[in-house]
């Protein structure tokens, strides 16, 4: 069993940054894919950005790429989201997730652990 939890979320004016922060225990995330996907009410979860295991391949969502970067440190077991130049429509629930498998890092319906989620909020 893995427990993720977020930080870093908070309130930023369009253009600032944030960088959050996924800490994993329970298990070593050194195996696992990592994603971050983010979620406004009434929507369907959607993917931001993922990492392999090894942190040798990423990929991100075309709406935040050249801002957004994902990064881990598998000695401390934990991902990070560095975010910047944010929108107002980067404003959104983010939860950190681990997949298992890493065959689809853009599926939400592949990640097997979520963490509880980091509000972010991106004044105009």
């Known amino acids: 069993q893995v427990q993720l939890v977020e930080s870093g979320g908070g309130l930023v004016q369009a253009g600032g940054s944030l960088r959050l922060s996924c800490a994993a225990s329970?298990?070593?995330?050194?195996?696992?894919?990592m994603g971050w996907f983010r979620q406004v009410p009434g929507k369907e979860r959607e993917f931001v950005a993922a990492i392999s295991w090894s942190g040798a391949r990423t990929w991100s969502a075309e709406s935040v790429k050249g801002r957004f970067t994902i990064s881990r440190d598998n000695a401390k077991n934990t991902v990070y989201l560095q975010m910047n130049s944010l929108k107002p429509e980067d404003t959104a629930v983010y939860y950190c997730a681990a997949d298992r498998f890493g065959s689809s890092p853009k599926s939400k319906d592949e990640y097997d652990y979520w963490g509880q989620g980091t509000q972010v909020t991106v004044s105009s």
């Open positions: 329970g298990r070593a995330l050194s195996t696992y894919t």
